[in-house]
């Protein structure tokens, strides 16, 4: 049966975003491989999942290891380290789905984002790791906060977009298994906006002293 | 008492954005001067609007005589059109409150929106208006199929955006008094994602087979 288990890759997985999806999609079956820059910090960030929640089926390792056992690559990675971790990971994801939940935030109140010069970071990842690999953009309007409260059940929309449907179907599958309504909202070019949703969403936060403001979507 | 009733004005006020306000905020009792560059198309709008509802309060204008009687200026007007219309009116609108609902939509499957070198239409427009008038950016997310169809209850979220705090107090009261929820997004520059929402929108519309998907917020 183990071989059935999709095997979900969160690259740079030792902040809050990758954290809180590593602890959602264990909870939801799917076996974690967790990696970061520094596998000693992986492995730590991996234990402490692993010792709250002895049923997440979740492993530690370096981002090259855990891009390689992935069926499914999750980027949860900053804006500025992009350039450097795709450089090491673009032959290795080949032909496989990789989700990008990244923004290009300017930091401020609210933040706003950078200007891509490939219109959005999802479209300039896809550049970095060419044609036969699917980036998917998802998961940017999910409260870090809130994706690691366990006690909390997830509710509320994601928006998903990407150039392939097949690879879509993927990433709308496990944000169903999170808790999540997945909404197709078109080609990987409209990920700027959801990109921007993402500065928004912490800059309303930030006005309204609230830690999980999300979204969704009515009369769909 | 007709002193206290605020004087809305709807400038290109004949597309269905700028009818279907009118419809929403003539039935809430404001007094609605609707306006467009030919008279004669602004006489027939606001005529169709008071035979089908009577109570509605509704003059027909060009759009410099209803931007002068107007306390509050809402702009539906074409984003080609911003130049020569506001250029006819910026001395009019000073020290109004002017609300920009425009969006720089370019038209496709799914439509996206122009790099605006102010960084969003409602920033262009402040400019072409100067300091002494503030604008505020609201409105993006409605639609105005759901505006025009008054057998359909409104409801959900309007963002509302602006550096002037008094200004986005009078226009959230409006979007109060329609029964939408205005939620405070923050300055005026974080009007590009609430125009870039608009665009995405429409292509979920598209993709769903929609007419009137709209977004609400959680967690606040």
């Known amino acids: 049966m183990e071989g059935d288990i999709m095997r979900v890759s969160i690259i740079g997985g030792t902040g809050n975003q990758g954290k809180g999806l590593a602890l959602r999609l264990g909870k939801a079956g799917y076996q974690i491989l967790l990696g970061s820059r520094s596998m000693e910090k992986a492995i730590h960030a991996a234990n402490e999942i692993k010792e709250k929640n002895p049923d997440i089926n979740i492993e530690g390792l370096d981002n090259f290891q855990a891009a390689d056992k992935g069926d499914v690559i999750i980027l949860t990675i900053p804006f500025r380290s992009i350039d450097e971790i795709m450089e090491g990971l673009h032959r290795i994801v080949r032909g496989k789905v990789v989700v990008d939940t990244s923004v290009a935030l300017i930091p401020g109140k609210p933040p706003t984002t950078e200007r ?105």
Chains 1, 2 share one sequence.
């Open 116 to 220: 891509i010069p490939e219109g959005s970071v999802a479209q300039k990842i896809q550049e970095l790791v060419g044609g036969e690999t699917q980036v998917v953009s998802a998961f940017h309007t999910i409260s870090a906060y809130l994706l690691q409260d366990l006690d909390k059940e997830l509710s509320g929309d994601t928006l998903v977009a990407g150039d392939s449907p097949e690879a879509k179907e993927i990433v709308m599958a496990l944000a169903e298994k999170i808790g999540l309504r997945p909404l197709d909202a078109g080609p990987l070019r409209v990920s700027s906006t959801l990109e921007d949703l993402t500065s928004l969403l912490i800059g309303m936060n930030i006005r309204f002293k609230k830690k999980s403001i999300g979204i969704s979507f009515s009369n769909i």
